[in-house]
């Protein structure tokens, strides 16, 4: 067993027909950028009703129809903060968690001891969560942190806290989402954040992920890429519209 296999994206996505949300961060080949993306899918209408929109400083999500709205209290959130030297990407209302507690001058792991996972029960959906930090932009180099807040048992009793903290290497990213595959209940995602590729070129990137999405369950997806000398780069949303 290759414990230190690292996967295409597309052979992590193909043929998954509901991995959940995603979240995926990483250094491109060359070791110029840093990446990150984010990625929601849904099978109820409630769920499905929903785009990505950029947002001064971020991201949000908001209805496609609003007169369809049901429950927005799970799918209307700002998946995508940008503070000074970082960047904050997360599957709910947790961003804005992560990102008072850093302005507080507190920690993303502080932060998100105060949280849980959804109150879906039977499936009890993981919070996922990752900041991107650039301490330095002259300097060519960033760090970053995963965490997934779950269930430890089918009745969900109690959470289940996991960080995950990496320095980038060059073509490497990890790939943490919140379920394992569709299912009744849902499986939550187990192990640690999965090992992939991530490409030098902005489009091969984003196209690999948004092809591979289950056609029938994907709704959005957003992409970015950060040059690591300017801070500059490109950012992409992708939304299905249905």
């Known amino acids: 067993m290759d414990i230190y296999k690292t996967h295409t994206i597309s052979s992590l996505l193909s043929g998954n027909p509901y991995p959940g949300r995603g979240i995926l961060v990483g250094m491109t080949e060359d070791g110029t950028k840093a990446a990150v993306a984010y990625f929601i899918m849904g099978r109820s209408e409630n769920s499905r009703n929903r785009?990505?929109?950029?947002?001064?400083?971020?991201?949000?999500?908001?209805?496609f129809d609003p007169s369809k709205v049901k429950d927005p209290s799970l799918i209307i959130y700002y998946p995508v903060r940008e503070l000074?030297?970082?960047?904050i990407v997360t599957n709910g209302d947790q961003t804005d968690t992560i990102r008072d507690y850093i302005l507080a001058g507190s920690t993303f792991e502080a932060a998100l001891d105060t949280?849980?996972?959804?109150?879906?029960?039977?499936?009890?959906?993981?919070?996922i969560s990752a900041i991107l930090s650039f301490k330095d932009a002259s300097s060519g180099?960033?760090?970053y942190k995963m965490n997934i807040l779950k269930s430890l048992d089918a009745e969900g009793s109690a959470c289940v806290r996991e960080t995950f903290s990496y320095t980038p290497k060059p073509g490497l990213g990890h790939f943490l989402h919140t379920y394992v595959t569709d299912g009744n209940p849902i499986p939550t995602f187990?192990?640690?954040p999965e090992r992939v590729v991530i490409p030098n070129d902005f489009e091969e990137f984003k196209n690999e992920i948004w092809d591979n999405l289950n056609e029938a369950n994907k709704i959005s997806l957003y992409v970015r890429m950060i040059d690591l000398t300017t801070g500059m780069g490109n950012a992409s949303i992708v939304n299905k519209l249905f």
């Open 51 to 63: 785009i990505f929109a950029f947002h001064e400083n971020g991201v949000r999500t908001l209805p």
């Open 84 to 87: 000074p030297g970082t960047l």
């Open 141 to 143: 180099t960033f760090s």
């Open 115 to 127: 949280r849980t996972f959804e109150p879906d029960g039977p499936n009890w959906t993981p919070r």
């Open 190 to 192: 187990q192990g640690e």
